[in-house]
Each structure stands twice: as C-alpha cells, then as structure tokens.
C-alpha cells in the first residue's frame, strides 16, 4: 500500500522548477508532433524526476526542509518501490517514442540514483555534484527532450543546434543550483555530504551565484543576437529582471545576516521566480519561434 508520505516525498509539482528546460527544447524543435510532445512531457514532468525525488529522498531520510517540502514526512519502504515503478513507467513511455531516448531516460535515471545511493553517492563530492546535476538536468535534459520530440537518435547530442542550446540551459542550472543548497549546511554537515554551497559557504555561494548569473545572461544574449532575434532579447531581459531583483534583495538581507535569511522560505521564493519568469519567457519563445500562432491566423 502506497502511503501518503511517499506520494509527498515524490514531490510532482517540483517539476515545475524543471519545465524551462522542456519548454526551450520545445521552442527550438523543428520537428513537432503533438502526441510526442505530451508523451515526452508526461514521461519526463510526471514520472522521471519524481522518481528521481523519491528515489534521493528515501536514501537521504532528510528531517529538515527540502525542495518542495517545508517539514518533510518520515520515509517509509514503499517509497523505495513505488520510486522504481515510477522510473519504469517513464522508461515503458520512452520506449514507445524510441529506443534511444528510452535510454536516455534510463541514463539520466541511473546517475540521480548515484546522487543519493549511499554506495557512491555523488552528492558528498561539492565540485563534481555541481557539475553533474547542472549538466544532466541542463543540457543532456534538454538534448534528451529534444530527441524525444523529434523522434531522433544518439547523434542528436552532439550536433551544434542541440548541443549550444543545451550548455545554456546547464549555465542557468549552475548559477542557481548553490542557492538550493543554502539552507541545507546544518544537515548536509551531519551526513558527511559537502555540498558546493557549504564548502562557499554562505556568503561564498551568493557570490558565486551572482558572476554566474552574469556570464548566463551575456550567453543568453549572444545567442539570440547570433539568431538575429534582439526582440526576443529584450523579452529574455525583461524575464529575468525579477529574478534579479529577488536575488538582490535576498543577497541584501544575507549581507546583514547570513544565518538568519540562508532559510527554505527564500531559497523556494527564488525557485518559485526563477520557475514561473523563464517557463512564461520560454513559452512565449516557442509561439514565436515556430510561428505557430501566425500559421493559425492569430
């Protein structure tokens, strides 16, 4: 029986945080299928990462607050195995679009299981889990949802459109991944895991956050200005003015006190910006990228 802790721990609507990617890809896919599109997004928003959640949290056993959940429940047993029934229905839906981005979903499962698994887990390693979790949930997300949409193979990884596009998508993950951690010194101490923000440190990881964030904004920039698209820069710039503006009032209130605004409540508020700007921006990107909305007569 699937308890309603595990159901919490699966922490479905933490996908939205993950959506800019699949709506970027989507944008910049030339190939469009609407059964393929739902399928990809149904197996990627609705099964993969909140197997990937419940699989880490089971193996985590956090008492603290984590992404998505202010006081999260005990684990139990059943979240093991409803994780894994989760992993495989993504991976069953995967396989009916191709072989390939089945094992795509399979590769992207396998290493967030490593993240937490306490025979490897990644996540004690600062610089290499940064890395990792920025790169797969950046570009191989955006290389794998690009295939998956377009019906396409392996070769798709390493082709330009696909591969600059997705390095991009892996900068904003970069920049802001540290944030997440932020709250979390106090527990991720206890465990024994360094996370990269608690090596920074607090102050550390605003600073690092903030240079980048700058170097993402000027290769957003240039990639739209390579495209011949300054409209769609100045509503990329616009997008982000207010997730700049939260994270400069929250930097504001570290300076003055670090331990006191290193909390959940702003780490999620940062989240929550990030997530609903760049999805509304990416969105709008893909009606006017396509020109879907011209070829309907709107």
């Known amino acids: 029986m699937v308890s309603i802790s595990s159901l919490k721990h699966l922490r479905i609507p933490f996908s939205l945080f993950l959506m800019p990617v699949f709506f970027f890809a989507l944008a910049l896919t030339s190939n469009h299928n609407e059964s393929r599109i739902l399928w990809?997004?149904?197996?990627?928003?609705?099964?993969?990462?909140?197997s990937s959640n419940?699989?880490?949290?089971?193996?985590?056993?956090?008492?603290?607050?984590?992404?998505g959940l202010k006081n999260p429940p005990k684990v139990?047993?059943?979240?093991?195995?409803?994780?894994?029934?989760?992993?495989?229905?993504?991976?069953?839906?995967?396989?009916?679009?191709?072989?390939s981005f089945a094992l795509m979903l399979f590769i992207y499962g396998a290493v967030s299981m490593a993240y937490s698994h306490p025979s490897v887990r990644i996540k004690k390693y600062p610089w290499l889990s940064w890395f990792i979790a920025g790169f797969f949930q950046g570009y191989?997300?955006?290389a794998m949802t690009y295939a998956g949409i377009s019906n396409l193979q392996w070769e798709v990884l390493y082709k330009p459109h696909v591969l600059i596009p997705g390095?991009?998508?892996?900068?904003?993950l970069w920049g802001n991944y540290p944030l997440t951690q932020v709250y979390q010194h106090g527990e991720d101490a206890r465990r024994g895991d360094r996370t990269l923000s608690l090596v920074l440190g607090i102050k550390g990881t605003f600073l690092f956050s903030a240079i980048a964030f700058m170097l993402t904004g000027a290769a957003f920039a240039w990639f739209f200005l390579n495209r011949n698209q300054t409209q769609i820069l100045w509503v990329y710039l616009a997008a982000m003015t207010p997730i700049m503006i939260y994270f400069l009032i929250w930097f504001n209130f570290i300076r003055l006190n670090p331990t006191k605004y290193a909390n959940y409540n702003?780490?999620?508020?940062?989240?929550?910006?990030?997530?609903?700007s760049l999805n509304a921006f990416f969105i709008y990107y893909f009606f006017?990228?396509?020109?879907?909305?011209?070829a309907l007569g709107y």
């Not at 990809?40 to 909140?50: E, G, S, W």
């Not at 390095?167 to 904003?172: A, D, E, R």
């Not at 006017?288 to 011209?294: M, P």
Request: hydrophobic residues 55%; aromatic residues 22%; without cysteine.
């Open 140 to 142: 191989f997300t955006f």
């Open 167 to 172: 390095l991009l998508t892996s900068l904003m």
């Open 40 to 50: 990809v997004f149904i197996a990627l928003h609705l099964f993969l990462y909140p």
């Open 54 to 67: 419940g699989y880490n949290s089971y193996f985590d056993k956090d008492e603290e607050s984590i992404g």
């Open 76 to 99: 139990t047993k059943d979240l093991y195995w409803l994780s894994l029934i989760f992993f495989l229905t993504a991976l069953i839906i995967g396989a009916s679009i191709n072989f």
């Open 288 to 294: 006017e990228n396509t020109q879907i909305l011209q």
């Open 266 to 276: 702003w780490a999620m508020g940062m989240n929550y910006f990030s997530a609903l």
